[in-house]
Each structure stands twice: as C-alpha cells, then as structure tokens.
C-alpha cells in the first residue's frame, strides 16, 4: 500500500513537500510515480522515478520546478514543487506503477494508488 501526505495551503510561488510512504511490496521493482486530478479534471501523471536506479521523468509542465527523489532504505518517495502556481491546484496521488510504464505516467499502468492529499495555491 502507499500513503500520501504533506498536501497543504500555500500561495502562489510558495513550496510544499509531498512525501509517499510504501509497504507491502516490492519497492525496487516498481516506479513510483505522482499524478494529480483537478477538479472536473482527469487524472494526469506528473512525474516518476526508477526507484532502483533513481530516472527520474515529469511532464513539461512542472519541469524545473518539482522534483522526485527515492529513499530507498524507508521505501519514501518525495515530491518537492517550488514556485508553485494556482493551476497546480489538484488532489495528488502516488502511485506504483512497473518499471517498464515510467516514461508513460499512466494511470492505466498503475498497480497501487495510494489515498490523495489536496494541494491548494492561491493567488
């Protein structure tokens, strides 16, 4: 299983750690990647990381501003987003996902969800 947590209330240009917590599985066969759904909105991948070698992937989107990173020996992963804007605004989910689907950040290809944590910017 995976859980979710750090969400928050933050302005715009301001900065939240997400982190997601896994057990339960085996955590260096598997990408850890996070998405996020905006409200009326389908969920979209952000980014992912190979947890046994530490690839990282986002999407243009968010790139320069979030960052990924693994701890393998507390089986975390982290989300760091910087200069955050109001269309960041989303619940934000982790998910597991095989290795071999990182680069696509899709929810189809996603074997455990963890449970949201809301990230709200405002202007």
């Known amino acids: 299983q995976l859980q979710a947590s750090g969400g928050g209330v933050v302005q715009a240009g301001g900065s939240l750690r997400l982190s997601c917590a896994a057990s339960?599985?085996?955590?260096?066969?598997?990408?850890i990647g996070w998405f996020r759904q905006a409200p009326g909105k389908v969920r979209e991948g952000v980014t992912s990381i190979d947890t046994s070698d530490g690839a990282t992937y986002y999407r243009s989107s968010v790139k320069g501003r979030f960052t990924i990173s693994s701890d393998n020996a507390k089986n975390t992963v982290y989300l760091v987003m910087n200069s955050l804007k109001p269309e960041d605004t989303a619940v934000y989910y982790c998910?597991?996902?095989?290795?071999?689907?990182?680069?696509?950040?899709?929810?189809?290809?996603?074997?455990?969800w963890g449970k949201g944590t809301q990230v709200t910017v405002s202007s």
């Open positions: 339960g599985f085996a955590f260096e066969e598997y990408a």
């Open positions: 998910g597991a996902l095989r290795r071999r689907w990182r680069l696509t950040l899709s929810i189809n290809r996603v074997d455990y």
